[in-house]
């Protein structure tokens, strides 16, 4: 690998919700179609060394709802398009589904939607009479559960059903679905739940046959010659994601209804493609999500409700290889199932700091920082900063995920626990920041997490060690020694 990549990968991406009263989130899509799963304890290890807040899960894995208690993250759970007839045509069916999937999880994990099927209209459209009474059935097992004010339903569209989005201002359902759309949105508003909305610009791009600019579908700026406006309202867009946004907006009150706020369910990029699929680039796939993860925590909103943020959630975690279809489909994966990134997301460090109050600060590895000056401050902090850095040893429970982004954030934060009182400062030449955002993970408890006892700061190291991703038969976790040789390489090739 080159070291290039190596330190791309490094850079660490905090999903971290910007403190302000109506602030957008960012959330992750976890998808499991894949031969390389690793088990859901690593994928929370990797969320929490992230810090990603929101997850949505297609289905109700018992394994993965286990592995994400108590650790603060909120749950978006699924009812998948197969279960959908069943709950629609028998409350009892929803009641237990419920109460399994949900209730026996509260409070331990923060479930705070149910997305009931996914995009059902476009993609199982005979059971389009069934999706409101399925939803209905779920909210009223809910209710009965005393749960419906914490958890809300609602059911990801696709943009396939609004067949002409742009311009946004005329842009309606499909009419065929009209009285189904109404019953969904009556729903919606009667119960103060979200329209979920899956956004692709990607598919708007290459589907648009040279309409619009790849830049547009990119976030990128276009020049003032080839602005694209709403020719009825002359709002201009920036973006195709917010025009897609915008027609759903318009579509919605095209049958009167005008409150519903939108939350992206999944949009993104894939990093590759197949011949035909030219697109599809890691170049693209960083671009977009760089500039969406950058559009979203702006807060701003969509040009024609500028006021409500639009909080979305990626598509998605790991690349898929399961999936059928065109090798695009396979590629939307931001990580690997290492817990490297796939590409790098730059941010700014300021989104960083967030409301600090003082108290509940850890201390951790800024994600821009170089990785040489970081094993600078790792091996000061291990050794004459006397932090306690066992726990970092492998097989120890902070040795995954392993990478000197996530080292140095254990290190960083124990020095500083130690010696804050004695003038210790969260500095490490530049390269540390604090934060109020408990990094702690799985069994890898960071000093002055709430989770930590002063007995035993930390349990027994959990039996799942290393990654061994199944077919490839890959062993990828590093030994001590390979780990130093990398990191001595790379700062000798950085010279
Ligand atoms: C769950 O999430 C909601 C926000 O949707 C938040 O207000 C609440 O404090 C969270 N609860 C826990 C136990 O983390
Ligand atoms: C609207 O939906 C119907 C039913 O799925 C479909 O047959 C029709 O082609 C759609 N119309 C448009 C304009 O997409
Ligand atoms: C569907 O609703 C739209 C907007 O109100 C209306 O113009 C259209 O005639 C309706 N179509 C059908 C088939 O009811
Ligand atoms: C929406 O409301 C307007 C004004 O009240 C009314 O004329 C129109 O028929 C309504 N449209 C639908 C689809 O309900
Ligand atoms: C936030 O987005 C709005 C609308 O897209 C734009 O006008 C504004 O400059 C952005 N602000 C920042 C800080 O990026
Ligand atoms: C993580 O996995 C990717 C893809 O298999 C690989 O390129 C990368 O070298 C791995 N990184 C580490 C630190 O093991
Ligand atoms: C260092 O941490 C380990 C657990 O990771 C603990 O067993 C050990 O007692 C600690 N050592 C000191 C000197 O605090
Ligand atoms: C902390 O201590 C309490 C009570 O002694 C115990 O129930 C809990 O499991 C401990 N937590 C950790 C993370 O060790």
Sequence with gaps: MSPEKWRNHL???????????????????????????????????????????????????????????????????GVTNQEVLGI?????????????????????????AIAVGSEVLSTIPHAAPILVPAMNNIHRALVASNLNFQVKVSSPQSMDIIPKSFPPSTATFNS?????????????KNTKSFYMLNAYPYYGYINGNGIFPIDYALFRPIP???????????????S????????????????????????????????LGGANERDATVQNAET????????????????????????????????????????????????????????????????LTGDSSGSGLFCVAKPDADSSALKSGLDWACGQGSANCSALQAGQPCFQPNNIQSHSSYAYNDYYHRMQSAGGTCDFGGTATTT?????????????????????????????????????GLKLQFSGITYMVLTVLLAIIQL
Excluded at 39 to 64: G, N
Excluded at 176 to 188: A, R
Aim: charged share 10%; with cysteine.
């Design 240 to 271: 195709m994601f917010d025009a897609m946004v915008d027609a759903a907006y318009y579509s919605m009150e095209a049958l009167n209804f005008s409150e519903i706020p939108i939350v992206v369910t999944e949009t993104g990029w894939p990093s």
């Design 288 to 351: 977009y999500n760089g500039n969406l993860f950058r559009r979203v925590l702006n807060d701003s909103g969509t040009p024609s409700q500028p006021s409500t943020p639009i909080s979305t959630y990626i598509y998605e975690l790991f690349d898929e290889d399961k999936r059928p279809g065109p090798i695009s489909e396979k590629n939307w994966g931001m990580f690997f199932p290492n817990g490297t990134m796939v590409y790098s997301l730059p941010m700014s460090t300021s989104d």
């Design 176 to 188: 065929s679905w009209n009285s189904t759309m109404y019953q969904f949105l009556q729903f919606l």
């Design 88 to 112: 629609g045509q028998t409350p009892s069916l929803a009641a237990a589904w419920v109460n399994k999937n949900v209730a026996a999880y509260i409070p331990g994990i923060n479930i705070t």
């Design 11 to 77: 850079v660490l991406l905090l999903f971290c919700m910007i403190s302000s009263a109506s602030g957008a989130f960012f959330g992750l899509n976890i998808g499991t179609d894949m031969s390389n799963l690793p088990p859901a304890e690593d994928v929370v290890a990797i969320l929490k060394s992230y810090q990603i807040t929101h997850v949505r899960l297609f289905d109700a894995d018992r394994h993965m709802l286990n592995a994400l208690a108590n650790t603060g993250i909120q749950v978006m759970v």
């Design 436 to 472: 109020s955002v408990d990094p702690s993970h799985g069994s890898c408890i960071f000093m002055g997490s709430s989770r930590s006892n002063s007995s035993s700061p930390f349990m027994p190291p959990a039996a799942p060690g290393p990654f061994i991703p199944g077919k490839s």
């Design 224 to 238: 003032t010659s080839k602005q694209i406006v709403d020719s009825n309202t002359l709002l201009h867009y920036n």
